[in-house]
C-alpha cells in the first residue's frame, strides 16, 4: 500500500486502486471539487452550535445535552481525530456535575457541507454510543444515509490534503 493512502488502508484494494490512479494522473483534487463544488456557511462556533443543536434535536432530542460546541484548532488529523466528544464529570459541591463536548476540527471549516456534517453526526452519535460498534454506525447512517461513503470522501479529501496541502479554493461569496 502506497504510503499516500493511509486514510484509505482499511478500503478494499480495488478503491485504494481507483484512489492512487487518480493521484498518479493529478485528478484526485478535481474529482473532489467535482463531487463537492460548494463550501458550507458554518464559518464560526456560534454557527457550529446551531448546526449541531438543530440536528441533535431532529435526531436525538433525549441525548444529553452538550454544554459546548466548538471549532478547535488543537485537533489533529495525525492523530487520526477529526472531532472530539469529551464527556467531563466534576463534583462541585455535594453534587456531580457533567458535561458534554463536541469539538470539530477548523480543518472542516472551508470543506463542503457533506464533511462538516458527517463530523458532527459522528461526534452526535458518541452521545449514545461510546465505542465505534455496529449500533454507533446504525445511528450515524439513520442520521445521515451517505454516512459511510461521506466518509470515505472525507478519507481521500485528507489524502488530497496531505499531498498537496489543498484541496478546495472556492471564491470568495459576495
Not at 452550535?49 to 434535536?57: D, E, G, I, V
Request: proline letters at 4%; hydrophobic letters at 35%; one cysteine or more.
Amino acid at each position: 500500500m502506497s504510503q499516500s493512502l493511509a486514510y484509505l488502508a482499511h478500503y478494499p484494494e480495488h478503491l485504494q486502486q481507483q484512489i492512487q490512479q487518480l493521484i498518479d494522473n493529478n485528478n484526485l483534487g478535481d474529482w473532489l471539487r467535482t463531487r463537492y463544488p460548494h463550501k458550507h456557511n458554518v464559518s464560526n462556533d456560534n454557527d457550529l452550535r446551531q448546526y449541531t443543536m438543530a440536528l441533535k434535536n431532529q435526531y436525538m432530542k433525549k441525548a444529553q445535552p452538550l454544554s459546548k460546541v466548538i471549532y478547535d484548532p488543537k485537533i489533529h488529523v495525525m492523530n487520526h481525530a477529526l472531532g472530539l466528544h469529551s464527556y467531563v464529570s466534576r463534583v462541585q459541591g455535594s453534587k456531580l456535575k457533567s458535561k458534554n463536548e463536541l469539538r470539530v476540527s477548523t480543518l472542516f471549516k472551508h470543506t463542503p457541507e457533506a464533511f462538516l456534517n458527517m463530523i458532527v453526526v459522528h461526534e452526535l452519535a458518541h452521545l449514545k454510543e461510546k465505542q465505534h460498534n455496529k449500533a454507533f454506525y446504525q445511528l450515524c447512517t439513520h442520521m445521515l444515509p451517505d454516512y459511510h461513503q461521506i466518509e470515505f470522501d472525507v478519507r481521500v479529501y485528507l489524502t488530497e490534503l496531505e499531498l498537496t496541502g489543498h484541496v478546495f479554493n472556492y471564491p470568495e461569496e459576495a
